[in-house]
């Protein structure tokens, strides 16, 4: 399985998806040789082997933004591959190592995971004449917003995609990209919607009330309190969020907003808040991970989804795991998958505001919403997901095997 | 005829900048100021160290042995609360030498807010505490009185003027800018419009921001400044006019200006020129208002600050983070007073130094002038994010342990 990162050097749902779907590919008896182009150790990990393509550090992986396309790489001193200037060179790195892996060991199938890590398939495809499955978790037209992105990526994309034995989709809206934007014929592509593992979160954590104390307090006053957890980029539909917000508590005030994350249009979005007069009510966190990234969506009331262009959108499900109430945009694939939940357009801020208004002011909303999608999002399972993964192998190979994912 | 005179007025000040101070201090750490990082540019003892060892001890010692070679020279000093407590906390020796000079009867302080604030823009009551409270301090640590005002960033309009007027001070202190004085000079003393005994210095601005600003900027074409040529313009202002106001931050001297740039040869050099002119001489701010009569009115409607091109207070007040920091911050007056907490107020004081407001200024984005500004922050986005966490924190504290006011403002 061809991979650019797993928990916890993950900055984000990416890394998540690979580390449930092998875990459970493997129950299902799959043996994985999982690449990551970093070296750190992976300890929670032992279901399969983990490869690392070159010795730079995870941290010099986040410069190289997993989820944007920009180039730079900010590399910390003492980086091992001083030939390594940007994220073409560590793919360059991650292709070789690829490249000698498949003349070592054999495999029955390639499961590679987004633009990163399609190169590296293809020429492994090449190599081996094993098949190729593209797994797409987002698309550069995702990332830009809506927008076309980097032409280079979309390239990449592109022939991964004409490459590919098969495709996974992991929504419709992902589907339906790949068709209309990549000119891939609908019958390559399978959709498999990712799941959450629930188990994960009982870990000895209980939320106790003392992280976020200041919007407690806010709740003690009947504050509702909305949250968003994410990058801050224009793929997250964020101002429109802003925006809402200010429009909501001028119809009902007892409302503040959490944005628990960073990103590139975190000044933008302070600057947002304050020309609208609503920045004592909006909570900037930075980045957060353990126990404060658990307590924001346990602190939260009404989790937003406000992703221009989405292709699954796993924090809703996790956010629905601890009581919140779920608003997803149209454009996230989510969407897709649960029933008790509002719904708009990214760019509908006045239905957004009508929604959030109405949560915040009935109990009864608030709770239906809650307890009934908690159903919704149990039934999601990535054991499911393996199987289908499982099936695809075998009818792509007739074999049943190991697989370089 | 009287003396050809140069009012010299030093501005001292050091803020206290706020720590990182995040989301998840808000409600559970009340302490502001401290930064526990001893490198961070947020320490607020690591700069004061610095920058008494860089300006405050050698320019004291250089002011004192010019006082004591020159018996016209003389000068004023405004030195503010938050400055004085940094002093007496991390540098009693700092203190010391500004006691020297006062003592020395030819170095008086000119009085102003105690925090360096904005409060005359937002509450006149609040306002006159902190010029008490600046007055008691000065009579506390140098047992004099105060008889002529500067306000914050020397922001000025005729209502300061007839303020001040009411108040008993027979001096007040404003930026010369051009386009309010039209064809007159700065180079003499004015009445504000509207008062009856208060009398108007105005910084000569050129002359005063070669020094403070221009001295050490190699792209000047006058660059390097000596002290003829300094002399020489100085000589060229006057013409007819009895003064040459010149005002700036104390700090221009070894901070502002470093050593190396010989700012502190070059003052030596000129005072020493100056004087050796026996028509010329040096005045206090008390000094220059007894010699010199008013010779006219003047009226600013508008605000006038000394800084940037615009004169305005657009660098403090100018953007939406500013007006609303500002804004969340003195509409908790009337609770925090209330409560009679001196921690509080104490706190909710120094968040009022105009400092913080100007690290939230975005304005040089679009002048490309981003040097120009000092900021210990990463960008003003911080600034205000740790600024309105602190407003929360104020907040809660009213809320929990006062009972008073609400978490929504």
Redesign the interface.
């Known amino acids: 399985m061809l991979g650019w990162e797993l928990p916890p050097h993950n900055s984000g749902g990416l890394g998540v998806a690979c580390y449930h779907l092998s875990k459970a590919l493997a129950l299902e008896g799959a043996s994985i040789d999982f690449v990551v182009p970093y070296s750190a150790p992976h300890d929670n990990i032992n279901y399969m082997k983990i490869h690392s393509a070159t010795k730079l550090s995870p941290l010099d992986r986040y410069g190289m933004g997993a989820y944007e396309s920009a180039f730079a790489i900010d590399s910390s001193p003492g980086s091992q591959a001083p030939d390594v200037k940007d994220i073409r060179g560590v793919q360059r790195h991650y292709k070789k190592y690829v490249e000698r892996l498949c003349d070592e060991k054999t495999f029955d199938a390639i499961h590679a995971h987004d633009w990163l890590t399609m190169e590296a398939g293809v020429r492994a495809k090449e190599l081996t004449g094993v098949p190729l499955i593209v797994h797409v978790h987002a698309t550069e037209f995702d990332r830009a917003g809506g927008n076309q992105g980097n032409p280079l990526v979309h390239e990449i994309e592109y022939q991964g995609l004409i490459a590919a034995d098969r495709i996974i989709a992991v929504s419709n809206i992902t589907k339906n990209i790949i068709i209309d934007k990549y000119g891939i014929p609908a019958d390559k592509i399978e959709v498999m919607h990712n799941a959450i593992d629930t188990e994960s979160f009982n870990d000895g954590y209980e939320y106790d009330n003392?992280?976020?104390?200041?919007l407690e307090?806010?709740k003690d006053?009947g504050?509702t309190i909305i949250s968003a957890v994410t990058r801050f980029t224009i793929q997250k539909g964020l101002e429109y969020l802003v925006r809402s917000v200010a429009k909501a508590s001028q119809r009902y005030?007892?409302i503040a907003l959490l944005l628990a994350g960073d990103g590139e249009q975190?000044?933008e979005l302070?600057?947002l808040a304050?020309?609208l007069?609503i920045?004592?009510?909006v909570?900037?966190?930075?980045f957060v991970r353990g126990k404060?990234w658990r307590d924001a969506y346990n602190v939260s009331d009404i989790f937003v989804m406000s992703s221009v262009s989405e292709p699954f959108g796993l924090t809703a499900l996790e956010a629905a795991h601890h009581n919140n109430a779920l608003i997803i945009t149209k454009q996230s694939g989510v969407a897709e998958v649960l029933d008790s939940i509002f719904t708009y357009n990214f760019w509908d801020v006045n239905r957004l505001a009508d929604q959030i208004v109405g949560i915040a002011t009935s109990d009864a909303l608030r709770q239906s919403l809650t307890s009934n999608v908690l159903n919704e999002y149990a039934k999601l399972s990535w054991n499911d997901v393996a199987a289908k993964c499982m099936t695809m192998y075998k009818s792509t190979n007739n074999i049943q095997g190991k697989v370089l994912a | 005829m009287s003396k050809r005179g140069i009012t010299l007025y030093l501005h001292v000040h050091q803020p206290l900048r706020v720590r990182d101070y995040?989301?998840?201090d808000?409600?559970?750490d009340h302490n502001y100021f401290n930064e526990p990082d001893p490198l961070s540019d947020r320490n607020n003892q690591k700069v004061f160290n610095k920058v008494a060892e860089k300006s405050y001890r050698p320019m004291n010692a250089l002011l004192e042995k010019l006082l004591a070679d020159h018996e016209d020279f003389k000068l004023s000093l405004s030195i503010t609360g938050t400055f004085l407590e940094q002093a007496e906390k991390w540098a009693p020796d700092v203190i010391e030498s500004f006691q020297r000079l006062v003592a020395t009867g030819r170095v008086e302080i000119v009085a102003e807010t105690y925090y360096h604030s904005l409060a005359f823009f937002y509450s006149r009551t609040e306002f006159e505490r902190q010029v008490e409270a600046h007055k008691t301090i000065i009579r506390r640590l140098f047992n004099v009185e105060t008889s002529v005002f500067r306000n914050t960033e020397l922001a000025y309009n005729d209502s300061l003027a007839q303020w001040a007027d009411e108040y008993g001070f027979k001096g007040i202190l404003a930026e010369g800018w051009d386009p309010i004085l039209d064809w007159r000079s700065p180079n003499f003393v004015y009445r504000p419009q509207g008062t009856k005994n208060i009398s108007l210095l105005l910084k000569n601005y050129k002359l005063s921001d070669d020094l403070a600003f221009r001295f050490s900027n190699k792209a000047w074409t006058e660059w390097p400044l000596t002290a003829d040529k300094y002399t020489e313009w100085a000589n060229s202002s006057l013409e007819d006019a009895p003064l040459i106001n010149l005002f700036m931050d104390y700090e221009t001297f070894g901070e502002h200006q470093w050593q190396d740039t010989g700012i502190f040869d070059f003052f030596e050099d000129f005072v020493g020129r100056w004087i050796s002119n026996p028509d010329n001489t040096f005045y206090t701010v008390s000094d220059a208002i007894e010699v010199n009569q008013p010779v006219g009115e003047l009226s600013m409607p508008s605000t006038v600050t000394w800084a940037d091109a615009e004169r305005d207070l657009t660098a403090w007040l100018g953007?939406?983070?500013q007006?609303?920091?500002m804004g969340?911050l003195y509409a908790l007056e009337a609770d925090v007073l209330r409560t009679e907490d001196t921690q509080l107020i104490d706190d909710w004081r120094k968040l009022q130094t105009s400092d913080h407001a100007y690290y939230m200024c975005?304005k040089w984005f679009s002048d490309g002038d981003v040097h120009a500004y000092f900021s210990p922050y990463e960008?003003p986005?911080d600034a205000?994010?740790y600024y309105?966490n602190v407003?929360?924190?104020m907040r809660?504290r009213l809320?929990?342990t006062h009972r008073t006011g609400?978490?929504?403002?």
């Open positions: 003392r992280t976020y104390r200041y307090g806010l006053e504050y005030d007892r975190r000044n302070i600057e304050s020309e007069g920045s004592d009510r909570f900037f966190t930075g404060q | 995040s989301v998840f808000t409600a559970i953007n939406s983070m007006k609303e920091a969340h975005t960008s986005y205000f994010l309105m407003i929360r924190d809660w809320h929990e609400s978490l929504n403002g």
